[in-house]
């Protein structure tokens, strides 16, 4: 099966995705913000560049693109390989989560406390869940 996108325009779409400031990102920040929680983003110095450190509770949070991190859930509609150069696809995402683990276990041996996001626990009827339990996991690991 062909692409719907010539190549360029291809090339074009892929260069628009971000990787930091995401919608879901940014979601959970307002959220823990207005739960009174304080945080630094993006810290550079960490393995992975978490979205989210919260010092103060030793805590990590990233918030993981289904598609882009590879989430494995039966459940989750959106990390679905792309019918076209998919073995591109397979090998990319494959990479970033071997990557992704690396990094976990850097950050463990580190002693921090690390939570992930999946985007698609942010739609609809799972985000207020998944907030309240992004909360209840920072305060249990203090």
């Known amino acids: ?26 979601i959970v920040r307002h ?10 983003i993006h810290q550079k110095d960490l393995a992975g560049n978490p ?34 150069n998919s073995v591109f696809w397979e090998t990319k995402i494959d990479n ?11 950050l463990k041996k580190q002693g921090w406390n690390l939570i992930t996001i999946w985007e698609c626990k942010l739609n609809g009827k799972n985000r207020e869940n998944t907030l309240n339990t992004i909360v209840d996991k920072i305060l249990k690991e203090k």
């Open 1 to 26: 099966m062909s692409d719907v996108f010539t190549k360029e325009k291809r090339s074009e779409v892929m260069s628009k995705i971000r990787a930091t400031n995401t919608k879901p990102e940014l």
């Open 31 to 40: 959220f823990l913000f207005s739960q009174g929680f304080r945080y630094r």
């Open 51 to 84: 979205d989210i450190v919260l010092k103060k509770h030793n805590t990590l949070i990233f918030v993981n693109g289904c598609f882009w991190h590879g989430h494995t859930s039966q459940n989750c509609k959106i990390s679905r390989i792309p019918k076209s």
């Open 96 to 106: 970033n989560k071997k990557r992704d683990a690396k990094n976990r276990r850097i």
